[in-house]
């Protein structure tokens, strides 16, 4: 849970990257009009954004240890849900079938212009 | 200026607009398309400024024969293979005319799609000459002289001036290099002048001593270069901190305010050539001060470019 | 002949600067075999730094002489901050992964750094001031060579010196030495390798703000893609050089900018990058692991 020391460690971190993103973020200077502009409110956003992330991420990482200490306690064997699926006939078929099926209809279903953006995208996965 | 041009061009496309077969009340559907975002949108953005500004106008006299103006404003990255999608998705919602767009490869791209539709294009700075001297595109129109009228410009500019040792220095860009050899052209069908040197630099290098050198040596009096104004600066200066008073003639990509920012005192004395002068012009004045109003900035330096690609694997 | 000292020295300004920048790299890849592609970006960021700070003084009326020490500070401490985050953020959690794991990050954290200072900044070119002034006492070679280059060929040899001493004669020479050979054995002598990493990425990334502030007033303007392609120009250099080797990457650099100077001196500019690609070429060849790389097979 959150406690009093993530907090704090939480707050470091949102001190250091307010400090780290400070002449970027907030300095915006002109020195041929000379004028400066002084951001203040996106150091206010940067530090409660990392701040946050970072409160998240300690929560997260707490869980994920726990869920791992009792996976290994329960020693069942664990595959993530895509490889199952592959491995598995009786959902492989329906749902490949199910996606070309969604391939086929696409153009008829949404207008040209997101067909367009499909193709386009399908295209740079096949050719990356 | 560019304000200026966009008015220019709406003046125009309401001409034609009208001159489409009108069935009922129908608004009348105006495309607006270019780079309106990514690094080149300060080229893209003036533009959809402009045609909201005109388009309000026209719209509160009542708009054109009773017809309304829609605006269709679609942004194109300036990327060619961006441009194919915006162009569909204007003609396939039925646009009746398209201001854009603002690159050349991209308008490239796009204007075959247009063609096939039948919709009449008009680009306030795609300068690539094929796109209306190849004679394949019937439907484009632009508000702005092709490369090779500029390269035509800068010749005679420099033999008025009695300028007759040239050397010719470009970007290896598309635009750069293509002004770079209709310049080339030119000089060598004149009387007199004489091309000492023509060569390409790299855009983005750290430093250009060793080409300046080079122009030093050949002895040139006047440089011609083709390209965009960050490798222009950085040429020019090098150029004067070698203490080379070499004239420096460029193009539209170079006659930028960022130029004149950028180079500080060495933008002194450069000459570039570039869409007329209208500032002075009252109905630019007026247009300037609109933008300011609704906008709250102002409307973007005057000269158009084609990008070239960035070099990411 | 004035002709060849004229390219001479434009080629060895240019290599100074591929010099800098590829000290970075070399050091990195030294410790921890890395490949840090962000590491044009931190050079980008401290320019960019040195640009904000030296504006904002300027326009609250400081000396000249105050703006180029607190620039040069500002950049070489912000520098050094992002140094020291990338590597604890990006990289020190990959450091067991697969090879390419932490390559990619890197990558992916170029192109995060690009896109940051292009969103909070601007994606124009802005005007970086001189800030080093025209001597007097160079006046007679002006036409030659200018006073930036040699502020920054000056530097380039007194930086590259300093860091062959702390590296050879330091305590903290000794563990980077200790940590690049093993870094299992080091720890268990009772080096903090965590620690030695940190101080290389800092070192590194505020000589490559020093990069970035001279780079910059010699060239008059920046803008957020200048770190990338001056970073594949001083990875070229450091691998030219032997990557991990400090005075190889020095070497890299200088004999990269004299072969792109002369390049364009003598055959043509637009053959500038075929004649320094195809030196990479011909020097891996013959020796894969650089002019003053040592010979081990291994790595990516």
Known sequence: MVTLNVVKRSLKVSLWFAFLTFPIMVIKADPLEGTVEWRWENLFFVALGCFVLSILSRV????????????????????????????????LYPLSAAALLFTLLFPFLFDTYQTNVMTTALKSVATS | MKLRIGQKLLVAAMAMAISLPAFSAD?????????????????????????????????????????QVELLIEDDVCKPEVATNTATKLVSSGVHVVLGHICSGATKAALPIYNNAGVVVMSPSATN??????????NFFRTIAADDAQARTEVDFALKMGLKKIAVIHDKGDYGKGLAEFAKTFLEQADGAEVVLYEGVTPGAVDYSAIVQKIKRSGA??????????????????????????????????KDDTFIKVAGKYAEGVYASGPKDNSQNPLSGAAVEAHKKEFGSDPGASSMRTPTRRPWP | MEYFIELLFSGLTRGSIYALIALGYTMVYGIIGLINFAHGEIYMIGAFTAYIVSSVLAIYG????????????????WSSAYGYTIEKVAYRPLRHAPRLSPLISAIGMSIFLQNYVLLAQ????????????????????????????????????????????????????????????????????????????????IIGSSLAAIGGVLIASHIGQINFFIGFLAGIKAFTAAVLGGIGSIPGAVLGGIVLGLTESFATGYVSSDY??????????????FKPSGILGKDEIQKV
């Open chain 3, 122 to 201: 601007t994606s124009d070119f802005l005007a970086f001031p001189e800030l080093i002034p025209e001597f007097e006492f160079m006046e007679p070679v002006a036409h030659i060579v200018g006073s930036t280059d040699m502020v920054i060929l000056v530097t380039t040899a007194t930086v590259m010196v300093l860091l062959t001493l702390l590296i050879k004669f330091t305590r903290i020479g000794k563990a980077m030495r200790a940590t690049s050979q093993d870094k299992v054995m080091a720890t268990l002598v009772g080096i903090n390798v965590d620690r030695v990493i940190s101080t290389t990425f």
């Open chain 2, 129 to 138: 000459p094929a796109l209306t001297q190849s004679g394949d595109y019937p």
């Open chain 3, 62 to 77: 400081f000396p000249t002489l105050g703006i180029i020490v607190m620039a040069g500070l500002a950049a070489a401490i």
């Open chain 2, 221 to 254: 009096d006047a440089v011609i270069f083709g390209g965009y104004h960050p490798e222009a600066s950085k040429i020019v200066s090098q150029m004067r901190k070698k203490r080379m008073d070499t004239v420096f003639i460029s193009d539209d990509g170079v």
């Open chain 1, 60 to 91: 997260v990482a707490v869980q994920q240890e726990k869920r791992k200490s009792r996976r290994l306690a329960q020693s069942r064997l664990n595959e993530p849900l895509v490889q199952y699926i592959l491995h598995t006939p009786r959902y």
């Open chain 2, 27 to 67: 608004p009348i559907k105006f495309g607006v398309a270019g780079a309106h975002s990514g690094d080149l949108a300060s080229y893209g953005i003036p533009t959809v400024n402009a045609a909201k500004l005109i388009v309000n106008e026209i719209n509160a006299r009542g708009g054109i024969d009773g017809r």
């Open chain 3, 272 to 285: 500038e990058d075929v004649f320094a690609f195809s030196l990479l070429v011909l020097i891996l060849i």
